[in-house]
């Protein structure tokens, strides 16, 4: 799926102010990604690790107090958020630009990521770049976004992201080169006291980086009311729905 990389640019970068505030289910996944990543810590060397799309830091800072690698690079797409990022990891090395285009450095023992390769348009070729990248049983982990990723959003605007299933992930690095360690998915939901309050959330962590539309007081209202006629339950609160899947996996050699 081809994606307007300049508008995801711009809406992160927008939101980089609001995100630590509203990012309560992206820091949950981080947390849970480092989590998984020190079960097999004490087996393997991450001393040269490169995080993708680092936005203002809160999976970095996790990284540099868990693990303390030797060097740490740190990569996303919104050149402002270098200052952000390294306000919890001062020494790590920024390296500004889209992922899926900008060189990676050599001979690395972990490439990790998190929230951030579900805006990407050509999957296949990061896992292969990211392969070519990693030393020999090189640690690729991340997590990303299934199906039913805000299904809520999708289902009554018709706007959301494509986004590959577990299963579909997993054949992917199979067939590039990667011996899958670990596989798991769960679902957050978050509760709102309105529609409204979504849309908000949504803004201030980024996420609207393909609703190129702006809304008009009557498509709000629509929404609005939509969402509480399917999803809300009477109790003052409407629910949305957060997909994480996280994997680990290591380079075949």
């Known amino acids: 799926m081809a994606m307007d990389k300049d508008l995801i640019r711009k809406r992160f970068s927008k939101a980089s102010a609001t995100y630590n505030r509203e990012a309560s289910a992206q820091k949950d996944i981080a947390g849970e990604m ?13 001393s040269e690790v490169l995080e993708i799309g680092c936005g203002t830091g809160v999976y970095t800072g996790m990284i540099k107090s868990r693990f303390n690698p030797d060097k740490l690079y740190i990569n996303d797409i919104c050149p402002e958020m270098e200052d952000i990022a390294k306000q919890v ?11 899926e285009t900008t060189d990676f450095p050599e001979r690395l ?49 018709g706007i959301g992201l494509s986004y590959y299933s577990a299963r579909e992930l ?28 979504i849309i908000r959330h949504l803004k201030n962590t980024g996420a609207t980086g393909i609703m190129k539309s702006r809304w008009t007081k009557t498509s709000l209202d629509e929404f ?29 050699e």
Request: hydrophobic share 40%; charged share 20%; proline share 3%.
């Open 34 to 46: 480092c989590a998984l990543l020190e079960h097999i810590a004490s087996r393997k060397d991450f």
């Open 89 to 99: 990891a001062s020494d790590a090395v920024f390296i500004s630009g889209d992922a």
């Open 170 to 197: 997993e054949k992917m690095l199979e067939g590039c080169g990667f011996e899958i360690m670990l596989l798991k998915q769960n679902y957050i939901s978050l509760r709102f006291p309105s529609p409204l309050d």
């Open 109 to 157: 023992t972990l490439i990790t990521s998190c929230s951030s390769i579900q805006w990407f348009s050509d999957l296949k070729a990061f896992f292969e770049k990211c392969r070519n990248s990693l030393t020999d049983n090189g640690i690729l982990a991340f997590s990303t976004f299934g199906e039913r990723n805000l299904h809520e959003i999708k289902s009554l605007t």
């Open 224 to 252: 609005c009311m939509k969402y509480e006629q399917t999803y809300g339950k009477g109790d003052g609160a409407v629910p949305l729905t957060y997909h994480p899947i996280f994997i680990i996996c290591k380079k075949n």
